[in-house]
């Protein structure tokens, strides 16, 4: 079986005090409802779980009311970090579940076919990423201040989510996160610790995280009149 564990605990800081990024609509609808309904949709997904803040779940379960979404869902609460987030989500799966793919609640535009494109990668592999090839050139700055080296964007990649794995290959990589006291903000850099390798997978149209204002005017223009591109 295979599970998706949206992370949708975070607060969003960069959207400004007081502001739940998730909540914020787009045409008419929040983001993470936008989010939720992609995997909502993808026949190959069986169960979602959302990782929430605590005193959330109610605006969660009004959500899958209010657009009636159908399959299984539960909510998990969120952790201190990221990395604790996705730690109490992989706790939650059902037993059995195979592959998990792990989603930020702030990225809406994620197509079934890259959902279904990480799975198989994942189960080929033990784990994958979305991800797009970085087209601007990249400089590296010490100081922040002066360029102090240049990257060759050739080898370079920007990673997004779904960022996918047969659960007991984040299981095990994480638990050693854990056990090193290390902090992360990438769901694969744990896989260094365990040396398994990452397959990555090419988003073939964007697929933005919401990160600050700017960002919102940007979907309308991606989607047009019809959200997700429907």
């Not at 005193?55 to 009636?68: K, N, R, S, T, W």
């Not at 159908?70 to 037993?95: H, I, M, Y």
């Not at 700017?214 to 959200?227: F, H, M, N, Q, S």
Request: contains cysteine.
């Amino acid at each position: 079986m295979n599970a998706a564990l949206i992370v949708a605990a975070g607060r969003g800081t960069r959207m400004g005090p007081g502001v739940d990024k998730l909540f914020l609509e787009v045409l008419g609808r929040p983001i993470i409802a936008h989010t939720w309904e992609r995997f909502e949709r993808a026949a190959c997904i069986a169960e979602i779980l959302l990782v929430v803040r605590a005193g959330m779940e109610e605006a969660f379960i009004a959500l899958a009311q209010e657009y009636q979404f159908r399959k299984p869902f539960r909510c998990v609460p969120g952790g201190a970090e990221r990395q604790d987030s996705v730690w109490n989500g992989l706790q939650a799966l059902t037993p059995g579940t195979e592959i998990v793919a792990i989603q930020d609640g702030a990225r809406p535009c994620v197509t079934e076919e890259l959902i279904s494109e990480t799975i198989e990668a994942a189960r080929a592999v033990g784990a994958a990423v979305a991800a797009q090839r970085v087209v601007d050139t990249i400089k590296e700055s010490e100081d922040g201040q002066h360029i102090s080296r240049n990257l060759d964007r050739s080898r370079l990649w920007a990673v997004q989510t779904p960022q996918t794995f047969r659960v007991e290959v984040i299981r095990r990589a994480l638990a050693i996160v854990k056990e090193r006291g290390l902090v992360l903000t990438d769901d694969t850099a744990a896989c260094d610790c365990i040396g398994q390798p990452v397959r990555l997978v090419l988003s073939a149209t964007p697929n933005p995280k919401v990160t600050t204002p700017a960002d919102l005017p940007y979907l309308e223009g991606l989607w047009g009149k019809a959200p997700g591109g429907r």
